[in-house]
């Protein structure tokens, strides 16, 4: 069965410091995989994707994420985090039993960034 | 342009009623989603469509109906509203596979309780 797992409900990390979010996979195949953060009360927002090619992509507001094939890992990277990256983060894949691009989602990881 | 627009924000159901969420987007997105959230569980696919007139089930949808007439439409009617529902729904819409970009586009979502 397909799944995304995020391993931790919340990451704690000071301004300034670098932060990790955590996502492992399960499909068949090879995957298609996204960011997506979510401010309170507001709808989700797309951050990045990998879908084929170099292994570390490039997103939106400073973010990156490493594709690891062996590890089935796509953990989320900032080199210095923000107060203003403090939201609800979900990792996803490609659900391959649908025919369109709906998608299999974690639980999600609340980042928390301390002053 | 307004991106994907969701009606109403909030809505109080009692158990047994009915009711319809609209959902529109002006992106000429052949791909429509709903999903809920629920806390700690992620979001969930209830109902997609690859396209007008086309429409599929994804991972929880019974007790919902969905219809496509036109593209920019996709509404997810609750049949006989149970305090099961009550829930965060979000609708999203992509482009197709064919177009090489396979990120979701969200909706600000409709909080729905059920009393």
């Known amino acids: 069965a397909q799944s995304v797992a995020q391993p931790e409900d919340q990451v704690n990390v000071a301004e300034g410091n670098p932060l990790t979010v955590k996502c492992t996979y399960s499909?068949?195949?090879?995957?298609?995989l996204f960011w997506y953060v979510q401010y309170p009360n507001r709808g989700l927002q797309f951050l990045l994707k990998y879908i084929t090619g170099d292994n570390l992509v490039k997103g939106s507001y400073g973010f990156e994420a490493e594709f690891n094939k062996s590890q089935t890992s796509f953990h989320l990277k900032k080199p210095s985090a923000l107060v203003s990256d403090s939201a609800l983060y979900f990792c996803a894949v490609r659900d391959m039993n649908q025919a369109g691009t709906a998608l299999i989602f974690g639980k999600g990881t609340t980042l928390s960034v301390s002053s | 342009n307004a991106g994907v627009t969701q009606t109403p924000k909030f809505q109080v159901l009692k158990t047994g009623q009915s009711m319809t969420l609209q959902c529109a987007q002006d992106?000429?997105?052949?791909?429509m989603s709903w999903y809920r959230q629920d806390p700690g569980m992620g979001l969930r696919l209830i109902h997609y469509s690859v396209g007008a007139g086309i429409t599929d089930q994804g991972e929880v949808p019974n007790g919902y109906n969905v219809s496509r007439s036109t593209t920019e439409d996709f509404p997810l009617r609750l049949l006989s509203a149970a305090p099961s529902q009550t829930s965060v729904y979000f609708c999203?819409?992509?482009?197709?596979?064919?177009?090489?970009?396979?990120?979701?586009?969200f909706g600000p979502g409709t909080r729905l309780t059920v009393t």
């Open positions: 999203a819409s992509s482009y197709s596979m064919t177009s090489g970009r396979y990120e979701q586009y």
């Open positions: 499909v068949s195949g090879n995957p298609y």
């Open positions: 992106m000429n997105h052949e791909y």
